[in-house]
Nanobody
Framework: QVQLVESGGGLVQAGGSLRLSCAASGRTFSNYGMGWFRQAPGKERDFVAVISRNGGSTYYADSVKGRFTISRDNAKNTVYLQMNSLKFEDTAVYYC????????????????????WGQGTQVTISS
């Protein structure tokens, strides 16, 4: 089992920045591909960003490309999501997710591809 705990959410004005963290425990963190997803009220959970197990590959949803950066520190068992130039439409609960990756460069994009999820952290952008 992998336990994931997100932190760093909050209320920020449009144009501001936040950095989300997701601390993992329970298994060897560097064996897992990690992703960030978000869910706005009444909407489905959507892909935001993904990073391979060694951090060498990343991918972003078009809606956040150029504004968000995903990174990981395998020594600290933590994945981050730096969010800049925040917009009202970025308001959502943000979730991190983990999936065992047998191939180093593997990226997982779908909600159903992940076995482990955190509890989520609320991000609210005021316009």
């Amino acid at each position: 089992q992998v336990q994931l705990v997100e932190s760093g959410g909050g209320l920020v004005q449009a144009g501001g920045s936040l950095r989300l963290s997701c601390a993992a425990s329970g298994r060897t963190f560097s064996n897992y591909g990690m992703g960030w997803f978000r869910q706005a009220p009444g909407k489905e959970r959507d892909f935001v960003a993904v990073i391979s197990r060694n951090g060498g590959s990343t991918y972003y949803a078009d809606s956040v490309k150029g504004r968000f950066t995903i990174s990981r520190d395998n020594a600290k068992n933590t994945v981050y999501l730096q969010m800049n130039s925040l917009k009202f439409e970025d308001t959502a609960v943000y979730y991190c997710a983990a999936e065992l990756a047998t191939i180093t460069s593997t990226l997982y994009f779908g909600v159903h591809e992940y076995d482990y999820w955190g509890q989520g952290t609320q991000v609210t952008i005021s316009s």
